[in-house]
C-alpha cells in the first residue's frame, strides 16, 4: 500500500539496551538514574541542579543533548516522581515548582497517573476522566470501587506519600569528576586525570580516616557512550600513584574495549567501597613490606584478574582436595592461624607426607595389579606409561563423607614410588569388599 | 625534596656517574658481593663458587614432563631456604593445572616452604608469565619468584631472560625459571640445571627419604657435574646421596617418628 514505508521489525531486547545505555549517560547529571521502561528515564536531581545552573538549565542541556544523539525527548521535573511523569508526558510544562503539584497535574487526564488501561476504563464509564474528578472524592468509596492503587498514586504524585527511587548504581561515597572542554582520548592522558582525580579524592578520603577497596572509573563519551572500569585493592588505599598504576594495569588489560572513539568528555572517579584506615607510620620495615606486597597482589589482580592470583588456604577438612584450597589473594586475610591449625594436626595425627602437586581432579589409572587384594599397587599405567612400582607406603584410609549419600567412597592411599624415582600419590576408591567388581583406582597427586 | 639549583646538578652528576658505573658493571652480573646460597655439600658449593647466587636468575628444567614434580620440589626447596620471612611468588600457565596439578599447601612443608608465604599466580599465556616474573621480582617484599613455563612456551629466549636476570640483580631477588623440558637457546641465566627422578635408598618400612638427579649443565662461575642429592626432612636441606647408604637414623627430637615408620604397613617388591 505504501511501499514507501521502511518497516522494521520491532526489537525490546534492542529497545532496552539502548535506554539502558541512555540511562548511564545521563549519570553525569546525578547517580540516581532509574529506568522508567520501556521508554522513560528518571532522575533524581536533588541536590545537583547548582551545579548545571539552576533546574531549567539542567532541563535545557539534557533535551538539547538527547536531540543531538537524535532522539526526540520530552522532560519535566517536579518534587514527586508521580507529578514529573505526568507533566512530562501529558503537558507542555517544563518545570513544576514544590506545593504546586495540586494544580499542575489536575487537568491532566486520568493516565497520567500510571494507573492500568482496565482502571482508567472503569474510571471512564462513570465519568471520572481527569485528576481533577477524582481530586476531591471522598477517599473510601473511591478505593472501595477502584482499588487502592488510585489513592496511592494520587498521595505519590500530591506529595503526600514518599516513592523511593530505586537507582540503577548505589550512591558512591566519593565522587570527583573532571569535564573537559576539549575530549581527551590518549591513554597517557587519562591516566593524568585519574591521578589528579585521585588526589581530590585523597583529602576526602583522609578526612574521614578511610581507604578505598574499590574505585571505579567512569568516562562518558562525547557520543554518549559511557564505559566503566573498576579496579579492586586487597587493602585501603589512598595514594594517588598507586591509584594510577592500578588503572593503568585494568587499562592494559582491557586493551580495545575502551574504545574512545572521538573522546571523553567527562571523567569521574568513584570509590565505591571504602573501608576504615587510619594513618600509618611509615618507615617500619615489617608494614612497608606487607604495604608492597599488597600493591604487586592488586597490580597483578588488576592485569590478569582477581581469580588468578590465589593464596593458599587451609581449611579443616579430612578430605585431602579440601584440606588446602586456593582463594583469590585479595580477599585472603590472615592465614597463618589455618595453617598452624593444621601444623599442630598434622603432628598430633602424624600425619603421612602429603604430595607437593596435587592434581584439580583424581585421574584414573588402569592396568593396577595389586599382590594383596587390599595392599599397595605392584604397577600400575597412568598417561600411557606404565609404572613398576619398587616401594610403598600405606595405606591410609580417608573415609568419605559417609552421612552424604553423593559422598565418596572411602579411600585407601598409598605412597608409591616407581623404578625411575618418581613418587606418587595414588588411592583406591571404595573397599573390595563393598563393591561387586574391582574397585577402580586413581592418581591424585606428585611427590618431588 | 627541593634542593638548591648547584645542588641539583651535582645530584644529577652524581646519578649520571651511577649510571656510567652499573652499565660498566653489567656484562658480569654476579659481583663480588652478591649473596650466596650455599647448599652445605662441599662439591657443589665448590663448583658454583661459594653457592648459588641469590640475585640472579636460574634455570631448572625436568628432564622430561612426568619428572616436574621433583624439578618443582628441587626449585621450591630452593627458594624456601632463600625465603625465610619474605614471600614466595608461583606463577604457572593455565594448561600447567590441567597436565600437572597445583602446589599443594599441606604438601609444601615437606620442602621446607610455608604454605602461608607462598603466593601462586595463574596467567594465562607464557608471555604473561614472564611479565608476571619480572612484576614480582620489583617487589620488595618478595624473596624468591618461580615460573613455570611448559614445553613450547615461545618468549624464552636471550632478551626475556637478561631482562628477568637484570630485575633480578637489581631488587636481590631470587628468580628460578621451571621448564618442562630442557632447552637449548642461549639464556642469560647463572646457572642450568636438569633435575630428574632417582630412586631411593632401601628403606624396610616403606619409601625412604626423596632424592634426584640434579645435573648442573651451564654454569658461570665454575665447574659442571651430576649428583643425587637426598632431600634431609629434619634439617630442611639437601645432602649428597651415597649409594648403598644405610638407613638414616631417627632424629633425637622425634623420637615418635621410629613408631610411626614402624606402624607403616609395608611392601617391597624386587
Not at chain 2, 109 to 116: F, K, M, Q, Y
Amino acid at each position: 500500500m505504501y511501499p514507501d514505508i521502511a518497516a522494521i521489525p520491532e526489537d525490546p531486547a534492542a529497545d532496552a539496551r539502548l535506554l539502558a545505555a541512555m540511562a548511564d549517560w545521563c549519570q553525569r547529571y546525578t547517580p540516581l538514574v532509574a529506568i522508567d521502561a520501556p521508554d522513560g528515564i528518571l532522575l533524581d536531581i536533588s541536590g545537583c541542579a547548582h551545579l548545571f545552573g539552576g533546574e531549567d538549565r539542567l532541563r535545557d542541556d539534557l533535551v538539547a543533548s538527547m536531540t543531538r544523539f537524535g532522539f526526540a525527548a520530552q522532560a519535566a521535573s517536579a518534587a514527586t516522581i508521580g507529578a514529573a511523569w505526568a507533566a512530562a508526558r501529558f503537558s507542555d510544562t517544563p518545570i513544576i515548582a514544590p506545593q504546586r503539584e495540586r494544580t499542575a497535574i489536575a487537568d491532566l487526564p486520568l493516565a497520567a497517573l500510571r494507573l492500568p488501561a482496565a482502571t482508567i476504563a472503569a474510571m471512564g464509564r462513570v465519568g471520572l476522566k481527569q485528576i481533577h474528578h477524582i481530586l476531591d472524592m471522598p477517599r473510601a468509596p473511591l478505593a472501595a470501587r477502584f482499588g487502592a492503587d488510585v489513592l496511592r498514586r494520587l498521595d505519590r504524585a500530591l506529595g503526600h506519600e514518599d516513592e523511593p527511587l530505586s537507582p540503577l548504581l548505589p550512591v558512591a561515597p566519593y565522587v570527583a569528576e573532571q569535564p573537559f572542554a576539549d575530549p581527551i582520548a590518549r591513554e597517557e592522558d587519562v591516566l593524568a586525570v585519574v591521578e589528579r582525580l585521585a588526589g581530590r579524592l585523597k583529602t576526602m578520603l583522609e578526612r574521614r580516616g578511610e581507604g578505598a577497596r574499590r574505585i571505579a572509573l567512569t568516562l562518558f563519551r562525547t557520543d554518549g557512550a559511557v564505559k566503566r572500569v573498576t579496579a579492586e585493592t586487597s587493602r585501603p588505599v589512598r595514594d594517588p600513584h598507586d591509584i594510577r598504576k592500578l588503572f593503568s594495569e585494568r587499562l592494559a588489560a582491557l586493551g580495545d574495549e575502551i574504545d574512545p572513539g572521538f573522546g571523553f568528555d567527562l571523567a569521574r572517579l568513584s570509590v565505591e567501597i571504602a573501608e576504615g584506615r587510619p594513618d600509618q607510620q611509615i618507615g617500619l620495615s615489617g608494614s612497608e613490606d606487607e604495604a608492597d606486597l599488597a600493591r604487586l597482589i592488586d597490580r597483578l589482580s588488576a592485569r590478569l584478574g582477581r581469580n588468578r592470583v590465589t593464596r593458599l588456604i587451609a581449611q579443616d577438612s579430612h578430605a585431602p582436595e579440601l584440606a588446602g584450597v586456593t582463594m583469590p589473594a585479595q580477599r585472603a586475610g590472615r592465614i597463618e592461624d589455618g595453617w598452624n591449625g593444621f601444623r599442630r594436626f598434622r603432628d598430633d595425627a602424624d600425619l603421612p607426607a602429603r604430595p607437593l602437586r596435587l592434581l584439580a581432579r583424581p585421574e584414573p589409572i588402569d592396568h593396577v595389579i595389586a599382590m594383596v587384594p587390599d595392599g599397595p599397587p605392584s604397577r600400575f599405567r597412568w598417561r600411557r606409561a606404565l609404572h613398576e612400582i619398587v616401594a610403598a607406603e600405606g595405606p591410609e584410609r580417608i573415609a568419605g563423607a559417609w552421612w552424604n549419600e553423593n559422598g565418596w567412597p572411602a579411600r585407601d592411599y598409598f605412597r608409591v614410588e616407581d623404578k625411575t624415582g618418581l613418587r606418587f600419590w595414588l588411592f583406591r576408591a571404595g573397599l573390595h569388599r563393598d563393591l561387586a567388581e574391582p574397585p577402580p583406582w586413581f592418581l591424585h597427586g606428585m611427590y618431588a | 625534596m627541593a634542593a638548591l639549583p648547584h645542588q641539583e646538578t651535582r645530584l644529577a652528576t652524581i646519578a649520571q656517574l651511577r649510571q656510567t658505573l652499573r652499565a660498566i658493571e653489567k656484562p658480569s652480573l654476579v659481583g663480588k658481593d652478591t649473596p650466596l646460597l650455599p647448599f652445605g655439600i662441599p662439591e657443589l658449593d665448590e663448583a658454583l663458587a661459594g653457592g648459588l647466587p641469590c640475585d640472579a636468575l636460574h634455570e631448572i628444567a625436568a628432564l622430561h614432563e612426568a619428572a616436574l614434580a621433583p624439578a618443582a620440589g628441587f626449585a621450591l626447596a630452593l627458594a624456601a631456604r632463600h625465603a625465610a620471612r619474605k614471600s614466595v611468588v608461583f606463577i604457572a600457565e593455565d594448561l600447567s593445572a590441567a597436565e600437572s596439578g597445583l602446589p599443594y599447601g599441606p604438601g609444601l612443608d615437606e620442602v621446607g616452604l610455608a604454605p602461608e608465604r607462598f603466593i601462586s599466580v595463574s596467567a594465562p599465556k607464557s608471555r604473561d608469565v614472564l611479565w608476571t616474573m619480572e612484576e614480582a621480582l620489583r617487589c620488595s617484599a618478595v624473596a624468591a619468584v618461580i615460573g613455570e613455563l611448559r614445553a613450547g612456551a615461545r618468549g624464552i629466549d636471550t632478551v626475556a631472560t637478561r631482562r628477568l636476570s637484570l630485575a633480578a640483580a637489581e631488587h636481590g631477588t631470587l628468580a628460578l625459571i621451571l621448564r618442562t623440558d630442557p632447552g637449548d637457546e642461549p639464556s642469560a641465566a647463572a646457572t642450568r640445571w636438569m633435575i630428574g627422578p632417582a630412586p631411593t635408598a632401601f628403606d624396610p618400612y616403606g619409601v625412604g627419604p626423596p632424592r634426584i638427579a640434579a645435573h648442573l649443565t651451564r654454569n658461570r662461575r665454575g665447574n659442571l657435574g651430576s649428583w643425587i642429592l637426598e632431600w634431609h626432612r629434619v634439617e630442611q636441606r639437601f645432602i649428597l646421596a651415597e649409594i648403598g647408604q644405610p638407613l638414616a637414623a631417627t632424629a633425637p627430637d622425634r623420637p615418635h617418628h621410629s613408631a610411626r615408620v614402624a606402624s607403616r604397613v609395608a611392601s617391597r617388591v624386587a
